[in-house]
């Protein structure tokens, strides 16, 4: 015998039952407790199935890329909470603080003359900057991040009004910045980007097996991997072949087809944001965070500039997601960012899978969320109801979530998954 080790494959990995045998361990860890997204995922299908059923044009082209513009700017500031509340902490003021970097972009671009891109940078970087106080407050100081985002909520409002003007309204009229919410992709370019998104796709998922099998840990089966890529490839393409469909009422007058450009700018955050959690020790290092903070703090890691860093992404993502809103409205008023946006991304990423307790969650929790959250808004709303009724169901949709949350966690500590 030689002293050279050699990894094989296991019989989760290939040959006879390989597939059986995945499937009764992730029944093992739905039943320990572990089931991820799997509720967001079915309530989602049964929404979308429900909706098609009541009313035939929810599937309808127009509605389906309404549906994408509807509920992005609620979908980027849900991916900035999951990075504080990955921690076990809340930011209250995500709402308001796109409200007032909306207001400082169009501000500087309508009052004073500001290039668009300087507008953009300005309102970035102010949405920086907020979070890095939250941060700095919760994390140095000790206040509890729900009284400071309480208070910082409260500010932010007054500061849309003083930005804006009471009962004033800034309009956005530059071109890039209008077609980031309205603006389409050409059909060819459509279907590129859907062909490198999946062969991205399978990629990723390529590389991470090789580099499992070489580590010697557990792999998926060859057959349940190609089922993942398989069903992101249809599912996408379909999306793709409904949103190139001509969706204009007159389409001699103008033409309206083609993927909304938001989407292409979510899966670009949403790629860079699950990279830096999952691909580096800053990720490792938040979720040490939020399962442990004491367990973190004696493995050395610096749990305080974690936790500023975290409310600073969050503030940073609202930003985008304040041009978002600002760009789909055409303009900004004293309420951007108040109304329900807040209880909306809080709800998308605790709907998603992302726990209130810490330590469990990714940034697509944020995006099934929002999902869920855009089709019983935009749902109903076809269907007629008020918007009180709308804010009925998806308040018990968060409460049936959160209550999902808690017992999972419980059954996972019970079966000792936790």
């Not at 979908?75 to 308001?96: N, Q, R």
């Amino acid at each position: 015998m030689t002293a050279e080790t050699t990894v094989t494959e296991t019989p989760a990995d290939r040959g006879t039952g390989a597939v059986g045998v995945y499937v009764r361990d992730y029944l093992g860890r739905l039943r320990g407790g572990d089931i991820g997204s799997l509720p967001a995922v079915g309530g989602l299908l049964v929404l979308c199935i429900l909706f098609a059923v009541l009313r035939p044009s929810f599937f309808s082209a127009l509605n389906f890329a309404n549906l994408f513009t509807q509920g992005a700017a609620v979908a980027v500031i849900a991916m900035g909470l999951v990075f504080v509340l990955l921690l076990g902490e809340i930011d209250l003021s995500a709402g308001f603080a796109s409200g007032v970097c909306a207001a400082v972009m169009a501000v500087l671009m309508a009052e004073h003359g500001a290039p668009w891109p300087i507008g953009l940078l300005a309102a970035i970087l102010t949405g920086t900057v907020i979070g890095t106080v939250l941060g700095y407050l919760v994390a140095k100081v000790g206040i509890p991040s729900f009284v400071v985002t309480l208070a910082a909520f409260l500010a932010f409002q007054g500061a849309v009004l003083v930005i804006i003007g009471e009962g004033g309204n800034v309009g956005v009229h530059e071109p890039v910045l209008v077609a980031i919410a309205n603006g389409n992709l050409p059909v060819p370019l459509g279907w590129a980007v859907y062909v490198l998104g999946v062969l991205a796709f399978a990629g990723v998922l390529l590389a991470d097996r090789r580099v499992r099998r070489r580590g010697g840990l557990p792999v998926e089966p060859v057959g349940v991997l190609g089922a993942r890529i398989a069903t992101v490839a249809v599912v996408t393409g379909a999306a793709v072949y409904v949103l190139n469909l001509e969706r204009a009422v007159n389409p001699a007058f103008r033409s309206l087809k083609g993927v909304p450009i938001v989407v292409p700018v979510i899966l670009v955050l949403l790629i860079l944001g699950t990279v830096l959690l999952n691909r580096t020790s800053y990720g490792r290092h938040l979720y040490a965070t939020g399962g442990n903070a004491e367990a973190a703090r004696r493995a050395g890691i610096p749990i305080d500039r974690i936790r500023i860093s975290a409310f600073m992404l969050c503030s940073t993502l609202a930003a985008i997601g304040g041009i978002i809103a600002a760009s789909r409205a055409n303009s900004v008023d004293p309420n951007a960012g108040g109304s329900n946006t807040l209880l909306y991304a809080v709800g998308a990423a605790v709907i998603g899978g992302t726990s209130l307790f810490g330590g469990k969650g990714r940034l697509r929790d944020a995006i099934l969320g929002g999902a869920v959250v855009a089709v019983i808004d935009n749902g109903m709303g076809l269907l007629g109801y008020s918007a009180g009724v709308k804010f009925i169901v998806t308040g018990s949709v968060l409460l049936v979530a959160a209550g999902v949350d808690a017992l999972s966690r419980r059954r996972a500590a019970a079966t000792g998954r936790g």
